[in-house]
């Protein structure tokens, strides 16, 4: 919350009820300020003459207008507000009066002014802050912690999307499944924390070799899912394998020791027999299942 303190002018100009229009307006001029509070002989606030009211009382008083005095034309009974309040409030109080300015009080004294123009630019910075707060607390929300790829919940919300608009707009789409070879083993001979060095690599080597187009997230453990747009089998296929050759060619180090990792994929290709994304996650499993099965460090399709 944003208070009235934080945004107000210290640095008041005021007058007495007895100032001449002319006075008060070579103040204003001298300062470059817009308005002018007229206190007691207690500094309280009794009113505001500001240079609007100084140009209309010009055509009111005409030729008289520059030797009549605070009292006569300030803007009165004058509302105030405590530092300590927030600016919507401030901002209600303008709205609904219809004024541009607030003297700030204290103990009985007048300690700064607040105008509509601080008050907008105020809350414009505020509402700006809160997106920019909102933005990565989203940005939190769907992406790993480890890799800062997508996380599982954010990929399933990805799933539906891309189901729905490669069934309306029938152009094909690709969900694939990857998963690191003997991951465990790793995890055993090198500790975890080589084992989130691993995992972090791969994230990287996954979101270098994808598309653009691709959404590219960690599913859970070692696994990891990519899901696009795609051309055909053979487009799907071409992505699969770069990926596996990357990470195979990778080296990794521990201590005096290095060691390679190996991924194991499998994909399955969206045509107007599937039914749901669920389906199409459940073929692309059963297509990593099976090249698990048959040797690992292989891309296999799901053919049905």
Known sequence: MVKISDVMMTD????????????????????????????????????IVSERDIIRSLGVYKEHALNKQAQDIMSSPVLTLEPDQDIETAA????????????????????????????????????????????????????????GLFNKGYMEEQLTYHFELARRSRNSMAVMFLDIDHFKKVNDTYGHQRGDEVLKRIAHILKDKSRAINVVGRFGGEEFMIIGPISDYKSALYLGERIRTAV?????????????????????????SIAS????????????????????????????
């Open 248 to 272: 195979e060619k990778e080296v990794f180090s521990h201590e005096n020791t290095d060691f390679n990792i190996t991924i194991s994929i499998g994909i399955s290709v969206w045509n107007s």
């Open 92 to 147: 209600t109080l303008m709205s609904l009066n219809m004024i541009r300015r607030i003297p700030v009080t204290q103990d009985d004294k007048l300690i700064g002014i607040i105008s509509y123009r601080d008050i907008t630019n105020a809350l414009r910075k505020s509402y700006y802050m809160l997106e920019q707060k909102t933005e990565k607390l989203e940005d939190k929300a769907n992406h790993d912690p480890l890799t």
């Open 277 to 304: 994304e669920k389906d199409l996650v459940k073929f692309a499993d059963e297509a990593l299942y099976t090249a698990k099965r048959n040797g690992r460090n292989q891309v296999r399709m799901y053919e049905g």
């Open 12 to 47: 008041v100009l005021t007058a007495s009820k007895s100032d001449t229009i002319l006075e008060m307006s070579q103040r204003l001029q001298a300062h470059r300020i817009g308005a002018i509070v007229i206190v007691d002989h207690n500094h309280y606030p009794v009113g």
